[in-house]
């Protein structure tokens, strides 16, 4: 079995990553400081590239965690002991505060997949022992 989950986005997020290219870009580039303005754009490219895509996939018994080009994470689904809500704004591989917090042998990850429903159920179809409160 394999089944993928597009992380949620907030369009808070949206509107602040828009800003952040955006604005600062634009006021330098008007100066005519080419060299500032090329080094701003890096630097906010940046973030974007280490957030997307930010997806959740089921593989088999395994819950792989992608979140750009860096984080990945891989989590035994039988070693997962709980879900449930979060609003929690730690650092994490989820575009959204409409979180869900994924408890595994004493590590926890914080997750937004668009269709939470549909991932506690396919989760919990893997590892029945899941407790779930969402």
């Keep these: 079995m394999r089944k993928k989950f597009r992380s949620k986005i907030d369009l808070w997020l949206i509107v602040v990553f828009a800003a952040m290219l955006i604005l600062p870009f634009y006021d330098m580039a008007a100066d005519g400081d080419i060299l500032t303005s090329s080094v701003l754009l890096v630097a906010c490219v940046l973030p974007i590239v280490l957030l997307f895509p930010c997806y959740y996939l089921i593989e088999g ?10 984080v ?3 989590i035994n689904i039988n070693s997962i002991t709980a879900v449930s809500k979060s609003r ?16 595994y042998k004493g590590d926890f990850v914080l997750i937004s997949p668009k269709d939470k429903a549909g991932f506690v159920a396919a989760l919990c179809e893997i590892n029945p022992e899941i407790k779930c409160s969402i």
């Design 61 to 70: 018994d395994t819950l792989l965690v992608k979140s750009g080009i860096l």
């Design 88 to 103: 929690n704004w730690l650092s994490s591989p989820a575009l959204s505060i409409d979180r869900l917090k994924v408890e």
């Design 72 to 74: 990945k994470g891989k």
